[in-house]
């Protein structure tokens, strides 16, 4: 029989529609709530970045003054490296603050930029690596912390940074880019090479620890405002190696659980706001770096003033 154009068919209450929402849908579900508070994350970021970047600025061209003119030695090349990365950073917290939206961001570029800083900080690290390395007796030395392993491992990475540059180019917005298994890979990389030097690094500042507090407990007596200054400089090393696991620590914990709420089909809410920037990039990254410049600062001036007192 035919159906009278006028029949109408009725779907039965048994049979329900499901449709999953395209990645374009997803994408415009979340756009919808980025969440909020952008321009201040981006100003506060624009802020202590650029304050780093000078600090580590002066030391690049306060370093040589300091140690004889000598140019490119490791100590500078931190410098250098700290300030590479607080310029590169800098365009993604600029991204924020003019658009006041970070997933949802159209100028990919700047989050291309800040994996190019994250190479940058790694290669700050792994400059103090170096310098742990030589510090360290010969039978407690860590392969890894080689300057040609360093190398090697720091090209891998700035290759892998690199491609994750390229792909997110390609990208319409960042939140396209996230959900990318690239970009999952990448973060994987990121996080288990932080936990590992930054607990590699706590391992070496407690060996170079170790002989030093031995030496100052034989009984041998220096100049008594170097005596009070090595003391202040060995109990800020002591902080500082806390300071870098725990920072190690909880950048891992931050990107293991961004990863999560990638994976959970989460709007960006979820991997934004005040607390989340603070806990994942502000104090993961500037804490360790200016509490290492601080340190070579005091180191140099140390050491100075007992050159000048052995004269």
């Not at 590699?200 to 009070?228: C, N």
């Not at 400089?233 to 891992?252: A, K, N, P």
């Not at 607390?275 to 180191?299: E, N």
């Amino acid at each position: 029989t035919t159906p009278s154009p006028h029949h109408t068919i009725t779907p039965s209450p048994t049979h329900k529609l499901h449709l999953r929402p395209t990645s374009a849908g997803r994408r415009t579900m979340a756009c919808a709530d980025d969440g909020s508070g952008f321009r201040d994350t981006g100003i506060a970021g624009i802020t202590l970045f650029t304050i780093a970047g000078l600090l580590a600025l002066a030391g690049v061209f306060r370093t040589p003054i300091m140690e004889g003119g000598r140019w490119f030695t490791e100590k500078q090349n931190y410098f250098i490296a700290v300030s590479l990365m607080s310029s590169l950073d800098l365009p993604r917290y600029y991204m924020m603050a003019i658009d006041n939206q970070y997933a949802c961001s159209r100028q990919t570029y700047a989050y291309g930029l800040h994996m190019l800083a994250n190479a940058a900080f790694f290669s700050s690290y792994s400059i103090i690596c170096s310098m742990w390395q030589n510090s360290v007796g010969s039978g407690n030395r860590i392969t890894l912390f080689r300057k040609r392993t360093l190398a090697i491992f720091n090209v891998v990475f700035l290759l892998i940074c690199v491609i994750a540059f390229g792909i997110c180019l390609s990208k319409d917005t960042l939140y396209d880019f996230f959900h990318t298994r690239f970009y999952s890979f990448y973060t994987v990389v990121t996080a288990s090479k932080n936990l590992f030097f930054f607990s590699a690094l706590m391992w070496s500042g407690y060996e170079i620890l170790k002989p030093l507090w031995a030496t100052r407990q034989t009984g041998h007596r220096v100049d008594h405002e170097i005596e009070v200054r090595f003391e202040r400089l060995m109990t800020r090393l002591e902080i500082l190696i806390c300071v870098v696991f725990l920072s190690g620590l909880l950048r891992f914990v931050m990107l293991c659980m961004k990863l999560a709420i990638l994976d959970g089909g989460e709007n960006p809410r979820w991997y934004t706001g005040p607390v989340w920037w603070t806990l994942s990039d502000f104090a993961p990254r500037l804490i360790p770096s200016v509490g290492f410049m601080t340190l070579m600062f005091g180191s140099v001036l140390v050491g100075k003033r007992t050159a000048r007192k052995c004269e």
